[in-house]
């Protein structure tokens, strides 16, 4: 048990920093997917449709949606780079790719959440003098947050696990932390259990203020 | 998609309640989407003191239409005062708030000014759609089959709170007992068109039309 705990306080100072940039990879892209799937998920909503527009915007997400996480972060990490003529730190292209990704499943969770609005809402706005952008902003999203925030949450914990896969290209995030330290020390069966219980505090962490959120914006209240 | 309309040619009094009658699927809700602009797809104009009501942007035409939906659809994340006062704030009114609340005094709904819609009752709720509607003091109000929700004595504080309105008014309706108490004038409607109209004087005559055709209805089902 003793030799347990030795290695537990030898690796947590690692295990922490990886943790750390783990966050700092999920809060980023999770900013990113959240504003470019709302905005994806606005303009494919059955009311809102603008033509062209709205189709090419639904071709993009189908595009992030189709094509595996890993694949378009080695595009975004090598190709893109190669083609546009510029370099991409592994963090930004961690954080593209995975936004991008991630925001083709926000547009449709959006996008489904609006179109849950009942039809006499919009109308009621639009007769009592909102425009578009005010009957969005006062009346529709305000009511579809609370529809969509669970799906949200799924979609979160799904992009903090798909942080993992950024390892590949180098990032120090709390899986490479993890396999550095296992060529370290040799114990690959405490560490990557380690590893573990870190994702599952992240996510019960994540899952518990969602919860909050939730039950704060909730109309009737448990 | 709702009923074709055809040849629809008529006017509605300001100061005066105006009925649209038939049975279900005869236009009624169509044409009073259409006048509200909730119908876009329409050939013809709808005048209001001889301009084109297509044309006013949504902020102005809520002044002069006002729109009580069937369901109401009072915003449910917002509360009665709200509801009311938000409509007034995006106009740019100063004192939104207190001119909300004074609508809603005035309505007898005061003491529910803080609760969320789905802590009112049907008739309630009615009351703070209407309040909604009235706070932007609209020259018309058009109702969309207001007693479908209502239990008889909740119908007749409502009739009793129409008589108190300075305004035109427009309800579509089948339910002929409201109806024949409310009467100023009225249009028929069958098959998206309007084939009869009556004035208070003529009820009678119009309640044994409707009678002998409600008749007709039921004795075919």
Not at chain 1, 129 to 158: C, F, K, W
Not at chain 2, 45 to 58: K, V
Request: charged share 20%.
């Amino acid at each position: 048990m003793n030799t347990y705990l030795e290695l537990f306080f030898r690796c947590a100072p690692l295990l922490l920093k990886g943790t750390l940039m783990t966050l700092q990879v999920l809060l980023s892209s999770a900013l990113l997917s959240f504003s470019l799937g709302t905005m994806m998920g606005i303009l494919s909503c059955g009311r809102l449709k603008i033509p062209v527009i709205s189709t090419i915007v639904e071709g993009i997400a189908f595009v992030y949606r189709a094509i595996p996480f890993y694949v378009q972060l080695l595009i975004v990490y090598f190709v893109l780079p190669d083609l546009m003529g510029f370099n991409l730190e592994p963090f930004s292209a961690s954080v593209i790719s995975l936004g991008m990704c991630s925001a083709g499943y926000v547009a449709q969770i959006i996008r489904g959440g609006l179109n849950t609005i009942p039809l006499a809402q919009w109308e009621a706005a639009e007769a009592l003098g909102y425009n578009t952008q005010n009957s969005l902003r006062y009346i529709v999203l305000p009511q579809m947050v609370r529809h969509v925030l669970p799906a949200l949450n799924n979609e979160l914990d799904a992009l903090l696990k798909s942080t993992a896969v950024v390892s590949s290209i180098g990032m120090l995030e709390l899986t490479r932390m993890g396999m550095n330290l296992v060529s370290r020390e040799m114990e690959p069966v405490p560490i990557y259990l380690t590893v573990a219980l870190f994702y599952l505090c992240m996510s019960a962490l994540l899952n518990g203020l969602a919860r909050k959120v939730e039950q704060r914006i909730s109309y009737v209240k448990n | 998609m709702g009923t074709s309309l055809r040849n629809i040619s008529l006017e509605i009094p300001e100061n005066k309640i105006t009925l649209l009658l038939g049975k279900s699927g005869s236009g009624k809700t169509t044409l009073l989407r259409c006048i509200a602009h909730l119908e876009k797809n329409y050939t013809g104009e709808i005048l209001y003191r001889d301009q084109p009501l297509s044309i006013l942007l949504a902020k102005d035409r809520c002044r002069v239409l006002g729109f009580v939906p069937q369901s109401y659809a009072l915003f449910p994340h917002m509360t009665l005062l709200d509801n009311c006062a938000q409509p007034l704030r995006l106009q740019g009114e100063p004192s939104a708030q207190a001119k909300a609340l004074k609508m809603l005094e005035s309505l007898d709904m005061g003491p529910l000014a803080h609760r969320k819609p789905h802590e009112l009752s049907g008739g309630e709720q009615q009351r703070g759609a209407i309040a909604r509607a009235l706070v932007l003091d609209p020259a018309y109000l058009l109702f969309d089959e207001p007693t479908s929700a209502l239990d008889p004595e909740n119908t007749t504080l409502f009739i009793d709170l129409l008589r108190q309105f300075k305004k035109g008014m427009l309800i579509a309706t089948q339910d002929m007992a409201f109806a024949a108490k409310l009467l100023d004038r009225a249009f028929f409607m069958e098959n998206g068109a309007v084939i009869e109209q009556y004035e208070s004087t003529e009820f009678l005559s119009l309640e044994s039309r409707l009678g002998k055709f409600l008749d007709n209805t039921i004795r075919k089902k």
